[in-house]
């Protein structure tokens, strides 16, 4: 009933820019806080950004804070996800996911916190 479809993914050279987005069906999409996570070859899923039900609110890990910038359209029933100053060590599968419901006072950034996930899309840097 609810599907979450991740697509921008591509080979970009390091220094390049890429632009993610997320198109999310079967939910009320302004009510949900949406996530960015991504996992590379032989690690764990990792937090990347999120942004509120509403888009007024955003967090995002201390590895990206100053390059990535997530934003949303509810209108469009869309998250983006901008990565600018790409860097070998960004290479990784990303995946988009949604809350159940939104929260009130805190972006989640717990994995744990979100129902819906994407098939992800495969970002690769290349020096």
């Known amino acids: 009933q609810v599907e979450v479809v991740e697509s921008g993914g591509g080979l970009v050279q390091a220094g390049g820019s890429l632009r993610l987005s997320c198109a999310a069906s079967g939910l009320t999409f302004s009510m949900v806080d949406m996530g960015w996570f991504r996992q590379a070859p032989g690690k764990e899923r990792e937090f990347v950004a999120a942004?509120?039900?509403?888009?007024?609110?955003?967090s995002y890990a201390d590895s990206v804070k100053g390059r990535f910038t997530v934003s949303r359209d509810n209108a469009k029933n869309t998250v983006y996800l901008q990565i600018n100053s790409l860097k070998p060590e960004d290479t990784a599968v990303y995946y988009c996911?949604?809350?159940?419901?939104?929260?009130?006072?805190?972006?989640?950034?717990?994995?744990?916190?979100?129902?819906?996930w994407g098939q992800g899309t495969q970002v690769t840097v290349s020096s």
């Open positions: 996911a949604a809350t159940r419901w939104g929260r009130r006072g805190r972006v989640p950034e717990s994995e744990g916190e979100y129902t819906y």
């Open positions: 942004i509120n039900w509403s888009g007024a609110s955003t």
